[in-house]
């Protein structure tokens, strides 16, 4: 299953992939969300218990997955695993020499979108989110860097404790908030400005945008 996902013939692809899978195209992102958090919540403890929640699905999910799961596991990547390294396509020579099981990007990026989505509460967020996470998830298949186990794996736990810390962030915002549903077109089901949301969708734009470029300049 992991060859329909894998590679192509297309530098453009490969450059396009190389870009979308790296952490750093997707700081501007983070920085909007930070925006649309900051925008949208009145004091700084709401601030940062939300921030606080983020972080937790990151830590957990990269504790999990790169401290306890793969080295336990300890099954090589596709790219370097001994009976496939050479039946997969591999963009550069990235075959990684960590072990695969399973997914901490699918894990860490899902945990976080799942937990937007539930903050939020609006489906073109909650769908560019999801969007997101699933894009990171086929670099990875991409690239050989995974299985689609890994990354479906990943993506279950990675909900699991993106909804793990929103139950968390929401015991704890009721007892410093007093925010209920907002009935408004202006504005998500939990008070976030739709107006806000579109910042967020545009960096997204943005963002792709500048990989397409990026890929053409790469392959030139």
Excluded at 84 to 95: G, K, P
């Amino acid at each position: 299953m992991l060859a329909f996902f894998n590679g192509s013939e297309s530098l453009f692809l490969d450059g396009l992939i190389v870009t979308l899978t790296s952490g750093a195209t997707w700081i501007p992102l983070y920085v909007a969300l930070l925006y649309l958090v900051i925008k949208n919540n009145d004091t700084m403890a709401q601030i940062m218990l939300i921030v606080g929640c983020c972080l937790l699905c990151f830590f957990v999910t990269e504790f999990v997955t790169e401290g306890l799961v793969k080295p336990a596991v300890a099954r090589p990547r596709p790219g370097n695993h001994p009976l496939y390294m050479y039946d997969v396509d591999v963009v550069d020579d990235l075959r990684g020499l960590d072990y695969s099981f399973f997914s901490a990007h699918a894990a860490n990026t899902f945990g976080i979108a799942v937990f937007f989505c539930l903050l939020v509460r609006n489906s073109l967020f909650s769908w560019l989110m999801v969007g997101w996470s699933l894009l990171n998830c086929y670099t990875r298949l991409y690239l050989a860097k995974h299985y689609p186990s890994d990354i479906c794996v990943g993506l279950l736990f990675g909900a699991l404790v993106g909804t793990l810390a929103y139950l968390l962030y929401a015991a704890v915002y009721r007892r410093i908030s007093s925010r209920g549903h907002y009935i408004s077109s202006q504005y998500s089901r939990t008070g976030y400005s739709l107006d806000d949301i579109d910042v967020v969708a545009l960096v997204l734009m943005l963002i792709l945008f500048y990989a397409i470029v990026r890929a053409f300049v790469l392959q030139l």
